[in-house]
């Protein structure tokens, strides 16, 4: 008799003959400057806690008191008797700080993009898609079944032909990262914003890894490109520079009760616990208070990248917290990694499939807290690493 699970072995072989398998590591701390691992202190050059809110005492007390006040968990979906006040204060605030009407929350960022995308396109529309758009916004197109035309990156005269092409579909939908998650730049939302009007096709954008670190107050890149109420789906998360965990969509009354009712993935989902929700409320209050900490965060990014560069590193100009390190193959990227491991540095490697194979890189991400002696101590860490390696 054959074993039925018996291809899971010869994949997990592949993977590892491949430099692709992973493997989840175990902090043994949080997510600050530095963390430890396997019993050392390592500088994280690798949370989406960009702002260091993850750990900030105002933050940390109120999901505590909001443990203490409302419990550890919703109970059910907010359809049924999970949503509280707190949770529509919460969506008050994220719809203010996007300048919306109104905001919806989800459980994650992940199933915001799936529910919302499920939910205003179906079979016989279609969609269309940055190409080094987010895994999420992958799987909501291939989850709403609609037609989907993938663009080439941020090349809105490619979006624009694509568009024109498909000019019979019922509902066109456009979606694009704002700052994209592994390349750190951001999408040419002016002139999307444009085409989309121009085609009357619908607008959605993914701030997951603007807000908090672009534009003024850290209100994300629709607001710094100045497009507030031009960009009808705005989409964001809580766990990355919020601090906290979930996602939201940020849009109209009349799209956020849209999405109450027909994006599943809100309709079937239990609220989030009340500790994320009043996280991220006090998140947001920081984040108004102290706007010095999105400039740290940009600032902090740029003297990096600009070490590294002079390291003889290949780094774009970051415009956000995200710096990668172009390191080719995968083995390359693993190599390099180890390597930065060894000399205190955590910096994990990008392999494919989160990037296009040939373009494995270190994903370097900055947080507001790093003082500028960790970053330098980093960037001479590489610098050696590229020494030690010849390359
Ligand atoms: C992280 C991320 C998400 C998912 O958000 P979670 O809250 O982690 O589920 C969606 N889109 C982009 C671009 C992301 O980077």
Redesign the pocket.
Known sequence: MSDPLGFIPEELRALEREALLREVRALGSPQEPTVTLDGERLILLAS?NYLGLATDPRVVAAAAEAAHRWGAGSGSARLISGGTTLHDELESRLSDLKRTEAALL????????LGTMSALVRRGDAIFSDEL?????IDGARLSQASVHVYRHADTSHLAALLREHRGSARRLVVT?T???MDGDLAPLPSIVEVCERESAILMV????ATGVVGPGGRGAVAHFKLDGEVPVV?G????ALGS???YIAGSGDLIAFLRNRARAFVFDTAPPPPAVAAAIAAIDVLEQEPERTERARALAQRLAAGLRDAGFDVPEPVAAIVPVLAGSAENALALSRTLRDAGVLVPAIRPPSVAPGTARLRATVMATHTDDQIDTSIHAFAEARVGSGA
Do not use: R
């Not at 993914?206 to 890894?209: L, N, P, W």
């Not at 998360?237 to 990355?240: N, Q």
């Open positions: 989406n989800f459980s994650s960022g992940y199933l915001a993009n758009n987010h895994a999420s916004i990262d700052v994209f998650s993914d701030e997951a890894h989409m998360t809580l766990s990355k965990a979930g996602g």
